[in-house]
């Protein structure tokens, strides 16, 4: 049972456009939400990280936008660039499990020049 | 500051065979995580080992199966190999200063193993 799912599974944007990523969770005891990036051959890096105690966090062109009552959560990534082309996945994890975290199916963005 | 390092990166078994897999985690760093990433799954977790100790578990079958030596590095066992048992399959490494204290959790470039 996948505890967050992920959407869309792909996605194609044009250099400078918005680039929306979405996830949803059913687990309300989950507390902590990063995204991570992942390039070919590589592991998953973090991105960027919010709590539920705020609605929305903002770091450079990336932003993630926090909706606790209807338990969801997105990526913005502003201004999208060529090298931001890479697969994205959301995660959610609660402070019983400490490092152990569940993540979406992820989100393979290409951003055409 | 060196990565975290897994060894090796490339695997071909053949189903019924067992396979160890090694990972390296971040100096410091005495929280070791496992996942397996398959497409369509995203990353599933597989178990935690903190000091030695297993912490946390996934829902895998008994065949899987790891450990934590005193210098933190760790190594996952996957015994009676299966076809589904292909995927990459990812260490992470993270600081840890105590629960409910979210530590970034810096990942490896993962094992690809394939099994025939």
């Known amino acids: 049972q996948q505890q967050v799912k992920q959407s869309p599974q792909s996605l194609i944007v044009q250099k400078g456009g918005i680039s929306i990523i979405n996830c949803a969770y059913e687990n309300t005891a989950f507390d902590y939400f990063p995204w991570y990036q992942q390039f070919p051959g590589k592991g998953p890096a973090l991105l960027i990280a919010i709590r539920p105690d705020v609605s929305e966090k903002k770091e450079g062109r990336f932003t993630i936008s926090f909706n606790k009552s209807a338990k969801q959560f997105s990526l913005h990534i502003m201004d999208s660039q060529p090298g931001d082309s890479a697969t994205y996945f959301c995660?959610?994890?609660?402070?019983?499990?400490?490092?152990?975290?569940?993540f979406g199916t992820g989100t393979s963005l290409t951003v055409i020049p | 500051k060196a990565g975290v390092t897994q060894t090796p990166r490339y695997l071909i078994k053949t189903r019924g065979q067992q396979v160890t897999l090694s990972c390296s985690p971040i100096?410091?760093?005495?929280?070791v995580s496992w996942y397996q990433q398959t497409p369509g799954q995203g990353l599933q977790f597989l178990f935690e080992?903190?000091?030695?100790?297993?912490?946390n578990k996934g829902n895998f079958p008994g065949r899987f199966s790891g450990r934590q030596f005193s210098n933190s590095r760790s190594e996952m066992n996957v015994s009676t190999l299966e076809l589904g048992d292909s995927a990459l399959y990812l260490c992470?490494?993270?600081?840890?200063?105590?629960?409910?204290?979210?530590?970034?959790?810096?990942f490896g470039p993962g094992t690809r193993l394939t099994v025939l």
């Open positions: 995660a959610a994890s609660y402070w019983v499990t400490g490092n152990q975290f569940y």
């Open positions: 080992y903190f000091s030695e100790t297993q912490r």
């Open positions: 992470a490494s993270s600081l840890d200063t105590g629960r409910g204290n979210y530590n970034e959790q810096f």
């Open positions: 100096s410091g760093h005495r929280s």
